[in-house]
């Protein structure tokens, strides 16, 4: 097992091991004492691994209950958000109790927000089930949930007590899911190391999701509350949210990322900010990766979803400017030149 501590103001660390979520109840149990832990988890989710973690949690002596809602970014939403609250308050979970997370993404995004707000706070443990959420949701403490207008636009910055993540879960997972994780691990590699590049595309998740952290761990410590260098993350995301948020969430995070990276390079190198061999590199990767990189919907359309984007201030927006792979930087632009972006991405 390798342990990453993460030195946010509410330090934690993140476990990853192949086989140690029978386990996790042991690891728990170094940083909480005996409690009631709600676990959160959903309809897919539940009949898979629920049961194991449970019961590795009542061994060390934890009083659990479960809290189950439907599978999907569909239920990335306020009913779903205010049910898991007052599922809580049904609980009698009080202010020294527990929120355990134990799904992918959206999952997790729920998890965190409810418990970043209930009762104003109370801790939470992350254990993620999907690769693209033991790259990127479970780490760093971004929660949220969608509106009709768009997505994650309500949410809070609140860290886990703990990140369990065994990859061991993954042999249940199918090739799409998996291909979803891809996209967020290359998206670090094209980011900030090229050389997690081969290993994703080698499909070594272990060695992946480690070196994913590693990067994130470091860019997360930098800037915890995403007003700077970590908006490099959000490579792929400008345009990929727009594309998720038209398809009516019918196409899944990590195959929108990979369409808006592409679109994205594409039109950096339109507007001269990097080179077209840059842009060529970048979907040479992500179609031997096997993405599907079409975009079905206009770049008016898509622009018109951008203007609610939380990355926008004072009328500019920061966006991800890939130098070469490997290497980015972040570069502010106007809404009237997003216009053109978007016109040129598409």
């Known amino acids: 097992m390798k342990k990453f501590e993460i030195s946010t103001a509410h330090p934690y660390e993140i476990c990853i091991g192949e086989g140690i979520m029978s386990e996790s109840g042991n690891l728990i149990s170094t940083v909480l004492e005996p409690c009631k832990i709600a676990i959160i988890t959903d309809t897919n989710v ?51 109790d527990v929120i355990a997370s134990l799904g992918g993404g959206v ?53 886990p007590s703990m990140v369990i993540c065994d990859p061991k879960v993954f042999e249940s997972l199918p090739a799409g899911q998996l291909l979803e994780g891809a996209s967020e691990a290359i998206k670090m590699g094209i980011c900030s190391d090229g050389s997690l590049i081969p290993k994703v595309l080698d499909k070594d998740y272990l060695y992946v999701i480690e070196r994913a952290v590693s990067i994130k761990k470091s860019i997360v410590e930098a800037d915890e509350l995403d007003t700077g260098l970590r908006q ?11 594309i998720e948020k038209a398809s009516a969430y019918s196409i899944s995070h990590g195959q929108a990322v990979a369409k808006g990276m592409a679109a994205e390079a594409k039109a950096c190198a339109a507007m001269g900010f990097t080179s077209v061999d840059v842009y060529d590199e970048i979907v040479s990767i992500l179609s031997e990766a096997g993405f599907d990189l079409s975009i079905p919907f206009s770049g008016e359309e898509l622009y018109s979803y951008a203007l609610l984007d939380k990355k926008i201030s004072y009328g500019k927006i920061t966006i991800t400017v890939p130098d070469r792979i490997g290497q980015s930087h972040l570069s502010k632009i106007s809404l009237l030149d997003l216009k053109v972006f978007f016109d040129s991405a598409v």
């Open 46 to 96: 539940n009949g898979l691994y629920s049961q194991v973690f449970l019961t590795s949690l009542i061994e060390k002596g934890f009083e659990v209950s479960k809290i189950i809602f439907p599978a999907g970014e569909h239920s990335k939403n306020m009913t779903t958000y205010g049910n898991v609250l007052e599922a809580l308050a049904d609980e009698g979970i009080s202010r020294s």
């Open 107 to 159: 999952v997790g995004d729920i998890s965190g927000f409810a418990a970043a707000t209930y009762m104003r706070g109370i801790k939470y443990i992350q254990i993620p089930t999907t690769y693209i959420s033991s790259i990127d949701a479970s780490v760093g403490g971004k929660t949220g949930i969608n509106l009709l207008s768009g997505k994650n636009l309500a949410g809070a910055f609140w860290q």
């Open 232 to 242: 490099i993350l959000n490579f792929g995301h400008t345009v990929g949210h727009c």
